[in-house]
């Protein structure tokens, strides 16, 4: 729990996220599971795609304007986001490549096969699953982590 906890405040201090109320990041916490709005913003803003100080319907525009919004169940931004659905925003926010089925058929399942190999989401890597706000984090920590 403790390096989890040291993993978030790296990647609060990593990425240009400043501008982010606390509010926002004390109710994405708080929450059972994490909500698709806040999850796309973290990450595209995480990946330089949208500005740290834009907004949640600018991640949701970002996802439109690029032609993935087919791959998400609906874009409303209160409902939970899969494990399929975030591991496929990092693999498109951060432009990372995957192995040979991801290359082939793009979309959450593979994403959430190739996010689930580099070990930055801990547990059960099934793609329909919830994910956890602090799961979400902890992945975009990693990711930091990595990129270092």
């Given amino acids: 729990m403790y390096r989890l906890i040291i993993k978030t405040i790296l990647l609060i201090s990593l990425f240009p996220l400043a501008a982010q ?3 926002m990041m ?6 059972e ?6 999850s796309a913003y973290l ?10 100080e834009a907004g949640i319907d600018d991640a949701l525009s970002w996802i439109e304007s ?3 919004d087919s791959k998400f169940s609906s874009l409303d ?6 494990y399929g659905e975030f591991s496929f925003l990092i693999m498109k926010g951060f432009n990372l490549s995957g192995g ?6 793009p979309g959450p399942r ?3 096969r190739e996010i689930s190999y580099r070990k930055w989401i801990l547990g059960s890597s099934i793609p329909g699953r919830a994910v956890k706000p602090f799961e979400a984090l902890n992945a975009l920590a990693l990711l930091a982590e990595e990129e270092l």
């Fill in 43 to 52: 990450v595209l803003a995480a990946s330089g795609q949208i500005s740290p």
């Fill in 77 to 82: 931004p209160e409902r939970p986001v899969s």
């Fill in 33 to 38: 599971e994490a909500d698709l709005g806040t």
């Fill in 66 to 68: 690029e032609g993935l």
């Fill in 21 to 23: 109320s606390n509010e």
């Fill in 100 to 105: 040979i089925m991801y290359t082939l058929i």
């Fill in 110 to 112: 593979y994403a959430a």
């Fill in 26 to 31: 004390d109710s994405f916490l708080a929450k």
